[in-house]
């Protein structure tokens, strides 16, 4: 965003989107950005992420913001999951090109801790 306004004659803006695939048997897609279920992974079409909300970055600190409230909607959230967040860029070049170009994060879930035999640990051990 920082290095981006300084381009003359380019006009670009910066969205992002963060979303949640939770864990198990009955898997959904979360946006964390609205605190929302998109769809069940049963019912998931290839375009789901499309309908995850949109974030438009104009500082260099409104990522963290958007950290910061996917990291509540997540605790809030209470399962398991894998985070998507992707970060797009658009806009016009001076010759008037269309640039678009995403990059996009993953963090797996961690796996349930289980014990030799295979049983889930529970993390409170009273």
Not at 99 to 113: G, I, K, M, N, Y
Request: proline share 5%; hydrophobic share 40%.
């Amino acid at each position: 965003v920082k290095n981006l306004a300084p381009v003359p004659r380019h006009r670009y803006k910066l969205t992002v989107q963060y979303t949640l695939l939770s864990a198990g048997f009955d898997a959904v897609v979360f946006d964390l950005l609205s605190s929302t279920t998109l769809a069940s992974m049963r019912e998931a079409t290839a375009n789901v992420l499309d309908r995850a909300s949109k974030q438009l970055l104009s500082e260099p600190d409104d990522i963290l913001q958007v950290l910061h409230t996917g990291r509540i909607a997540r605790n809030q959230f209470a399962r398991p999951g894998h985070t998507l967040l992707t970060i797009q860029l658009s806009g016009q070049t001076a010759a008037g090109e269309s640039v678009q170009t995403s990059l996009s994060f993953v963090e797996l879930a961690a796996p349930d801790a289980r014990d030799a035999l295979g049983k889930l640990v529970s993390a409170d051990p009273t």
